[in-house]
């Protein structure tokens, strides 16, 4: 089913509604450095915790999470409930530290609590990832996505989607920086959840015979059970092409593994999600922000896993199996083998009718253009704030730093957009891109954790304990590809690669640290105290609910 015109004029007038409000909010001249990167620190809570639920969820979600949906099942959510939780951790825990250190940008935090050395090389390594890999990727699978949606899926629409979707976050985010982001992701939220549940709701009803979304959810759950267990064992959910889903989410270890590796890192430490709640009024109001980010992300897996079930179940034959001759042929790929990604596009193409599937499709622009736009944003600031205005310019004015960091996002977006169309020519490699992502990632949060919360940790023990992190994640990677026999290697998933090396390396930081002060403080570790931790009623009754919430979640779907 192709667009019609009322299609297009939906898409219309939700692309010139953001701009709108995006040049309206920042609709004063001369900005301040803090205007640009932290909104004037004046962000209220909601507009904090719709612009991290903005940030987070792109393609990557509606498309790749959709697509682990049809494969795995709703296993995948656990990225998503347990990211809640993970939020609250950050909110309770980390914001105080942060806030009280009145920090532009993460890599900030390092430079006060060990060296402008360390704070630099990070600095370098964030612009790197977010420009090489974040905003490639993003743009890459965006406008994959709108290429199958809107075209025949042959990739002839690829570069013109991929210049269209940079475009149209480079209109708003360069001009008005953090605010004129933070305030049309409010919009931008409202309709990627409206949009996500329209097409759950359609996607539903049609799995039934009787219609009704009720009677869709029951028939999914009685054919495929074992797309609906949350805790994997070995050998219990096989996707489509013959994988077994436990080494992708093995066990456990989602709850007490290597999944809190990913998500404390994510959302702990990461620039373009925490700079959002940086620009609170606030401490309570950020922890408020936070709180109603981790509400929204209990919904996520019914706008984006659920849709992957529903499109597993349209495919497959009456024993619940998808192959090449149940499926339809968009999901076939050249060698035979199931397209698992096709799901979301598959489903608004075939079941979303006109006038509905313009909406969808500016949920899904929504999503892809509210992210690179975070990303550029948070680019510009850590090269304005960490890198240009310490080594280049460190009187500069107020002007010339929001001009740097325009020049700098407008470099980040013209690489990205050259580099992203080349990615198709990875093949396989391109999969694993945000699992090569993850070597570092370990190592980077026990620089961080130690950081926060070990006085002892030296500014030597975090520099030895990022880079030696990195030759221990390549020690676990080995064995996975190919070294799987050899008796000195072990054959891990992934998740537990990530926890064993984060712990490796807090080993060596610690006995690092007690080498050089035998056990004294460190001269820049933090002086925490209990009065630090405390949090406000809205963030403690809202963290119970969504606690409780989630063991029921857990406990049903176990």
């Keep these: 089913m192709k667009f019609a015109t009322i299609d297009y004029l939906i898409f219309l007038a939700y692309g010139v509604t953001i701009i709108g409000i995006a040049f309206w909010v920042t609709r004063k001249g001369d900005k301040t450095s803090e205007d640009y990167f932290l909104a004037g620190k004046s962000l209220p809570w909601w507009a904090i915790g719709a612009s991290l639920i903005a940030a987070n969820i792109s393609a990557e979600q509606f498309i790749g999470m959709s697509g682990s949906g049809f494969a795995i099942g709703l296993a995948i959510a656990s990225y998503e409930w347990m990211a809640a939780l993970t939020l609250l951790i950050v909110g309770k825990f980390f914001l105080p530290i942060f806030i009280d250190k009145q920090l532009y940008t993460i890599p900030e935090f390092v430079e006060k609590r060990y060296s402008e050395q360390l704070k630099t090389i990070l600095a370098v390594f964030w612009i790197g990832l977010y420009i090489f890999v974040n905003l490639t990727s993003v743009?890459?699978?965006?406008?994959?996505?709108?290429?199958?949606?809107?075209?025949?899926?042959?990739?002839?629409?690829?570069?013109?989607?991929?210049?269209?979707?940079?475009?149209?976050?480079?209109?708003?985010?360069?001009?008005?920086?953090?605010?004129?982001?933070?305030?049309?992701?409010?919009?931008?939220?409202?309709?990627?959840?409206?949009?996500?549940?329209?097409?759950?709701?359609?996607?539903?009803?049609?799995?039934?015979?009787?219609?009704?979304?009720?009677?869709?959810?029951?028939?999914?759950?009685?054919?495929?059970?074992?797309?609906?267990?949350?805790?994997?064992?070995?050998?219990?959910?096989?996707?489509?092409?013959?994988?077994?889903?436990?080494?992708?989410?093995?066990?456990?270890?989602?709850?007490?593994?290597?999944?809190?590796?990913?998500?404390?890192?994510?959302?702990?430490?990461?620039?373009?999600?925490?700079?959002?709640?940086?620009?609170?009024?606030?401490?309570?109001?950020?922890?408020?922000?936070?709180?109603?980010?981790?509400?929204?992300?209990?919904?996520?897996?019914?706008?984006?896993?659920?849709?992957?079930?529903?499109?597993?179940?349209?495919?497959?034959?009456?024993?619940?199996?998808v192959d090449a001759t149940t499926a339809d042929p968009s999901f076939i790929g050249a060698t035979g083998n199931i397209i698992n990604d096709n799901a979301a596009p598959w489903l608004i193409s075939h079941f979303i009718p006109a006038g509905l599937k313009g909406l969808v499709l500016a949920a899904l622009s929504a999503a892809i253009v509210s992210s690179l736009a975070s990303m550029l944003n948070s680019t510009a600031t850590i090269f304005t704030m960490d890198i240009y205005k310490p080594y280049f310019n460190r009187q500069a004015s107020e002007k010339r730093l929001v001009s740097v960091g325009r020049l700098s996002a407008t470099a980040a977006l013209v690489i990205a957009v050259l580099i992203a169309p080349q990615?198709?020519?990875?093949?396989?490699?391109?999969?694993?891109?945000?699992?090569?992502?993850?070597?570092?990632?370990?190592?980077?949060l026990a620089v961080f954790m130690l950081g926060l919360f070990w006085k002892q940790t030296t500014n030597k023990a975090a520099i030895w304990g990022a880079i030696l992190s990195i030759p221990i994640a390549l020690y676990f990677k080995v064995a996975p590809n190919g070294w799987s026999d050899s008796p000195i290697f072990l054959h891990l998933p992934f998740m537990n690669q990530m926890m064993w090396t984060w712990l490796s390396t807090m080993a060596i930081m610690v006995a690092i640290s007690y080498w050089e002060t035998k056990g004294a403080p460190h001269d820049k570790g933090i002086l925490l105290n209990k009065q630090m931790f405390s949090t406000g009623r809205a963030f403690n009754i809202s963290a119970t609910v969504i606690g409780l919430i989630l063991l029921i979640l857990y406990y049903w779907f176990w």
């Design 139 to 321: 743009l890459y699978l965006g406008a994959t996505a709108l290429d199958t949606i809107i075209g025949n899926g042959d990739g002839s629409l690829l570069l013109t989607c991929i210049i269209a979707l940079a475009l149209f976050a480079a209109v708003y985010s360069l001009w008005g920086g953090l605010a004129a982001v933070a305030w049309t992701d409010v919009i931008q939220v409202v309709l990627l959840v409206a949009g996500g549940l329209i097409t759950s709701y359609i996607a539903l009803t049609h799995v039934s015979p009787d219609g009704g979304v009720f009677a869709g959810l029951k028939v999914i759950y009685e054919k495929v059970p074992e797309k609906f267990s949350m805790i994997i064992e070995k050998g219990e959910v096989i996707t489509p092409n013959g994988k077994d889903a436990w080494w992708d989410l093995p066990g456990l270890a989602v709850l007490i593994g290597g999944m809190w590796v990913a998500n404390l890192y994510y959302w702990g430490f990461n620039q373009y999600i925490i700079q959002r709640t940086l620009a609170a009024k606030s401490l309570r109001e950020s922890q408020r922000g936070i709180a109603f980010a981790a509400f929204l992300k209990l919904l996520i897996p019914l706008i984006v896993v659920i849709p992957g079930i529903v499109a597993f179940v349209l495919n497959s034959s009456p024993e619940g199996v």
């Design 423 to 444: 990615l198709k020519n990875l093949g396989q490699v391109f999969q694993y891109i945000q699992e090569y992502t993850g070597i570092v990632s370990p190592g980077i």
